[in-house]
Structures are given as structure tokens and as C-alpha cells.
């Protein structure tokens, strides 16, 4: 159940005319009041021929006139208005139900608390099954105005309790995190202009498709100027900016001038000073392309980075600030993917947009390296190959399940719901980068012999999770890149207890693909070839001295060959 307060408004009579009138597509049906303040001598127009909207209008409208002619200060923001909607999927609610719940959310926001004679005047009107509309005029009996700080929070609150009480869907408590919804005038506009998002939508998009981009706040107004975007920005004496405000061309108000909305108010992370503070700590020190080497590309290199994801996770102020950043790199790199994989990113990185902010304070400092990864992939000129762009956009999916958890554990609800609607997007653009991939890897599989020599690996190394990653449909192409890492000197054993230990297989669909992308991504990266190398001689020698030592058990005592002592410095 969704309790939306509008802004206050100065015309009682105005909003009842829309309330009882035939709505804006025919959609209000037997508009009548189904409670209100004092039922008894209350004209309902819906339900007597011979009351009227101005008698109705009048009658609430009575504190505020006597106010108003009592202190000479007249009050013009006295109209307040809530529409609350039951969810398509809950029962019919009968007009007492609907009545009951109105009193319950009046009680709540402030506007008539229980036992309270001289409270503010109000009534809820029904015109459909799925909703009603409550309308108060805020000023009490007494002259006094009604005290409605935080009043959405308590509504919110009472709308959770209501869904418990009548066997309505429960939805998750509100944190003050979330992006305003559109008002319905917002979406009307939108269709009346052939628009397929509202203004603040579209807007969204177009600002958080540019932070990867951007050093800087006057590059990010410059960047977003230049992508289309109409932008008023605030500046002091000294020329500093101080805030902006975007709108989306064409979107007019009635006196044909430019709409604008804050920052701010299109989504709380999107303010100046929190994108300021975002790009400032991540700000390099030279030209992204400057950072790179031959011997990996930007697309490894943002692989290895979601890796500080896990390993910042300790202190929820750097986790916070990690999971922001991951947002900008599934953002960057959907902008980079191939076509066929854009459109899956893109509704994650919108999906995960909700799962980037929450109340913890983000320390942005701690996701440098991720920020990094993004800039540097918006700023390649080159696409990536088949399996370097499949094993990052897998590496996307472990880090955003990582990220559900985390807000799992913190009890964020809407972030963490947020998160998993990303991954399942991720999940299909994971299983289409990697299709290719898979096809070549399964057209050239290795002899039976080694594949069963590798199955064996498979089982010494994973053994939990063995029997799921052998009877994988993928099994044959992780055992050719198995086969592929062993040519080029790896230790196939080493290679998959590596790539299990980065992410845990209970919970992977497909645990053969999962190491297919984590296998390849390792096997070329430089780092992970000098440990492997380093792994090999040290199993080496392991192996040499477990001989010398099994020889040695078979001499006397006073005749080994190494001493203990000796042995360890020889090592």
C-alpha cells in the first residue's frame, strides 16, 4: 500500500472538483466519501444530488476562514492531499476498510490524532476500487496548524502495519534513500510527448551515464551540457559553483518556459556535493590510457579491481563506497559492450542505481581503484575480446551478488532487492558474452585420457562442489581451457582451487562457467603467472624434499643425508 503526500496546495475547491469529477481518462467511478472528520451534516456530492462541491469546500474550508479573518495573515498552503493505492495483486477492500484505513493514516501523519476534539478537518474519497484520496485542510479547530514534520515516515510506517493488519502485500520500509517517483502528471506528460521515460527518468540517466566520464564538477556540467541536457547552475561571489539544476528539452511548463529540477531532488546520491566528493577521490594523477601496460587491457584490469570489493567490505563506510563505484562500472561498461550486450547492462545499471546509495555514509577514497577501472574502460577506443568482456561482466555478477549480501546484512531491503533484480540482467548478459567463447572452447575438446586426468584434478582440488562442475553441460570447455593453461605451463590443480577460492560455487548456477571466465582471465594475467610460477617451484620442491626425506627415513639415523637444521637453511 503507497501513501503519496503531494505538496501542500492553497485550493480546496479545485481539488474536489478533480476528485469528483470523471477523472482525466473516465477513470473515476461513483466518487463518494467513505470517512471524514465528523460524518454527521457533512454534504457529500456523491451521494446527495442536493449538496454541492462549494458547500463541501466551504464546510472544510471553515477553521482556515476564521483564521485567516482572526490573525489578518492569511494561510495558502492549508490543502493537504494523499492519495493511498493498494497493490494490483491485493484483495477488494470494502468502503469501511477503506474508511478505517484513512482514520489510521490521518492518526499517523498528524492531521486528526486519536482523541483529539479540535484536530484538523478531513475526509477520504473513494472514485475507484484500488484507491482513495484523503484531503485536510491544516489548520485545527483551534486555529493552530497541525504539526506534519516527517509525516511521510509515520504514514509509511502505518501503511506497513495496515498491509499486516488487512492481508494486503507488504512492502519494505522506506530509508530516505530512494529516487521520487513520478507524479502522475509527470507520466501523462510524458505519454501526451511520445516520451518513453518522464522527464526526471530520463534525466537520471543522462547524469549517471556521464560520472564515469568526468574528473571533475565542471567537466560533469560541461559533459552533460554537451550530451543534450538544458543546465542552470548556482555560482558564489567567487565564481565557485554551488549547485545545478538539468532539464529535459521540451519539457515546458504552462508559461512555455524550460522545466529544471535540482540535482538533488532526481535522486538523493545525484546532488552536487555528493558528485563533487565522488570525483574528487577518484581523480588520476595522469591520462587514464597513461595507466596501462601491453600486457593487460582496461577490461582485465576491471576485472581485477571488482576484487577490492570483497576485500573492502570490512568497514561499512568503504563497503558503501565500493558498491557506489561498482554502479559506475556496470554503467561504463555497458556503454562500451557490444550491441548485443547493451541492452541487459544498461537495466542492470539502472536496477543497481537504487543499490548505490543508502544511509551509510559512503568514504569514496576507499574505491579509487574502481572509479579508475570505470574511467578507463569509457575512455578506450577498443572493444574488448570475447573472454576478457566474459569474465568481467561474470566478475559483475559475483560482485553485485556480493553487494545484495551485504545490504542483506544490514537490513537495506530496498537496495538489496535492487541488487538482485541487477544480477539476474547480469546473468543473461553473462551467459551471451560467454557463448562464443563456450562454442570455440567446446569444438576442440581434449584427448579422453587428459580429460580424465583433469577430471581428477577437478576432484582433488574442488572436491565439494566436483560432481556439479562434471556433469556441468560447460565441463567440456572448462576442460579445454584446463588443457589450453597446462600447454602454457599452469598447473591445472593450482589454477582451480585459485579460481574457486574467488568466489564460492554453492550458490553458482553454472559452476563450470564460472571457472571458464575466472580460469582465463587468470591464466593471462601477468601478476597471476608469476604466482604461478612461484607456486610450481615451490611444489617443486616440495616434491624434492618429500623424496629425499622418504630416502632418508631408509638410512640410519646418523647417516641422513640433511639434517634438519641443515635442510632449512639449504631452503
Known amino acids: 500500500m503507497i501513501a503519496a503526500i503531494k505538496p501542500a496546495g492553497s485550493n480546496t475547491r479545485g481539488l474536489l472538483a478533480y476528485l469528483y469529477g470523471p477523472g482525466r481518462q473516465d477513470e473515476h467511478l461513483d466518487p463518494h466519501i467513505v470517512a471524514g472528520f465528523a460524518m454527521l451534516g457533512m454534504p457529500d456530492p456523491g451521494r446527495d444530488e442536493n449538496a454541492t462541491l462549494t458547500e463541501l469546500?466551504?464546510?472544510?474550508?471553515?477553521?482556515?476562514?476564521?483564521?485567516?479573518?482572526?490573525?489578518?495573515?492569511?494561510?495558502?498552503?492549508?490543502?493537504?492531499?494523499?492519495?493511498?493505492?493498494?497493490?494490483?495483486?491485493?484483495?477488494y477492500l470494502s468502503d469501511t476498510e477503506w474508511g478505517e484505513i484513512a482514520q489510521r493514516i490521518v492518526q499517523a501523519a498528524g492531521i486528526a490524532p486519536g482523541g483529539d476534539d479540535l484536530a484538523c478537518r478531513w475526509i477520504a474519497v473513494r472514485h475507484a476500487d484500488d484507491h482513495i484520496h484523503i484531503l485536510a485542510t491544516t489548520v485545527r479547530e483551534d486555529g493552530r496548524r497541525p504539526k506534519l514534520h516527517d509525516s511521510g515516515i509515520r504514514v509509511?510506517?502505518?501503511?506497513?502495519?495496515?498491509?499486516?493488519?488487512?492481508g494486503l502485500r507488504q512492502l519494505k520500509k522506506g530509508d530516505r534513500t530512494?529516487?521520487?517517483?513520478?507524479?502522475?502528471?509527470?507520466?501523462?506528460?510524458?505519454?501526451?510527448?511520445g516520451w518513453e521515460q518522464p522527464s526526471r527518468e530520463w534525466l537520471q540517466d543522462r547524469i549517471r551515464a556521464a560520472i564515469p566520464h568526468v574528473t571533475g564538477a565542471e567537466e560533469f556540467i560541461a559533459y552533460i551540457e554537451a550530451s543534450g541536457v538544458e543546465v542552470q547552475v548556482r555560482r558564489g561571489p567567487s565564481g565557485d559553483l554551488l549547485?545545478?539544476?538539468?532539464?529535459?528539452?521540451?519539457?515546458?511548463?504552462?508559461?512555455?518556459?524550460?522545466?529544471?529540477?535540482?540535482?538533488?531532488?532526481?535522486?538523493?546520491?545525484?546532488?552536487?556535493?555528493?558528485?563533487?566528493?565522488?570525483?574528487?577521490?577518484?581523480?588520476?594523477?595522469?591520462?587514464?590510457?597513461?595507466?596501462?601496460?601491453h600486457h593487460s587491457t582496461p577490461w582485465h584490469q576491471a576485472t581485477d579491481a571488482l576484487d577490492t570489493l570483497h576485500t573492502?567490505?570490512?568497514?561499512?563506510?568503504?563497503?558503501?563506497?565500493?558498491?557506489?563505484?561498482l554502479g559506475e562500472l556496470i554503467e561504463a561498461t555497458a556503454q562500451k559492450a557490444p550491441a548485443h550486450l547493451r541492452a541487459e547492462l544498461q537495466a542492470a545499471s539502472a536496477a543497481f542505481a537504487r543499490a548505490q546509495r543508502?544511509?551509510?555514509?559512503?568514504?569514496?577514497?576507499?574505491?579509487?581503484?574502481?572509479?579508475?577501472?570505470?574511467?578507463?574502460?569509457?575512455?578506450?577506443?577498443?572493444?574488448?575480446?570475447?573472454?576478457?568482456?566474459?569474465?568481467?561482466?561474470?566478475?559483475l555478477v559475483w560482485a553485485t551478488i556480493v553487494a545484495a549480501r551485504w545490504?542483506?546484512?544490514?537490513?537495506?531491503?530496498?537496495?538489496?532487492?535492487a541488487a538482485r533484480q541487477a544480477v539476474q540482467h547480469l546473468q543473461t548478459a553473462a551467459d551471451r558474452a560467454l557463448a562464443p567463447t563456450l562454442a570455440d572452447l567446446t569444438s576442440r575438446p581434449p584427448r579422453d585420457q587428459a580429460r580424465r586426468v583433469l577430471a581428477n584434478d577437478v576432484r582433488a582440488a574442488v572436491p565439494d562442489h566436483a560432481e556439479r562442475i562434471l556433469t556441468d553441460p560447460a565441463w567440456p570447455a572448462l576442460a579445454t581451457v584446463l588443457a589450453?593453461?597446462?600447454?602454457?605451463?599452469?598447473?591445472?590443480?593450482q589454477l582451480l582451487k585459485e579460481a574457486a577460492a574467488q568466489r564460492e560455487l554453492t550458490t553458482a548456477r553454472q559452476p563450470a562457467r564460472v571457472l571458464i571466465t575466472r580460469i582465463q582471465h587468470a591464466s593471462r594475467n601477468p601478476a597471476h603467472l608469476r604466482r604461478a610460477e612461484a607456486a610450481r617451484l615451490q611444489s617443486t620442491m616440495a616434491g624434492s624434499i618429500r623424496l629425499q626425506q622418504s630416502r632418508n627415513s631408509q638410512l640410519p639415523a646418523a647417516k641422513a643425508i640433511w639434517p634438519p637444521a641443515a635442510l632449512s637453511r639449504r631452503l
Not at 492549508?78 to 497493490?87: L, N, Q, S
Open 312 to 325: 573492502g567490505s570490512a568497514d561499512d563506510t568503504h563497503a558503501q563506497a565500493h558498491i557506489a563505484a
Open 178 to 193: 530512494g529516487a521520487r517517483r513520478p507524479a502522475q502528471a509527470e507520466m501523462h506528460k510524458a505519454e501526451r510527448l
Open 407 to 417: 545490504h542483506e546484512a544490514k537490513h537495506h531491503a530496498h537496495q538489496a532487492d
Open 484 to 493: 589450453d593453461a597446462e600447454a602454457r605451463g599452469h598447473q591445472p590443480h
Open 243 to 293: 549547485g545545478y539544476a538539468v532539464g529535459r528539452p521540451g519539457d515546458l511548463n504552462k508559461n512555455g518556459e524550460q522545466v529544471f529540477h535540482p540535482g538533488g531532488k532526481i535522486a538523493p546520491d545525484l546532488s552536487l556535493p555528493k558528485i563533487k566528493a565522488r570525483l574528487e577521490s577518484s581523480r588520476p594523477e595522469e591520462h587514464p590510457t597513461a595507466r596501462r601496460n
Open 57 to 91: 469546500a466551504r464546510y472544510l474550508d471553515e477553521p482556515v476562514r476564521l483564521r485567516n479573518s482572526e490573525f489578518g495573515q492569511k494561510v495558502t498552503d492549508h490543502v493537504w492531499h494523499c492519495p493511498v493505492r493498494a497493490a494490483p495483486e491485493d484483495r
Open 156 to 166: 509509511g510506517d502505518a501503511c506497513r502495519e495496515i498491509e499486516k493488519d488487512y
Open 358 to 395: 543508502s544511509q551509510i555514509r559512503a568514504e569514496d577514497r576507499a574505491a579509487h581503484v574502481l572509479r579508475s577501472a570505470a574511467r578507463d574502460i569509457v575512455h578506450t577506443a577498443t572493444g574488448p575480446d570475447g573472454s576478457a568482456l566474459a569474465a568481467l561482466v561474470a566478475a
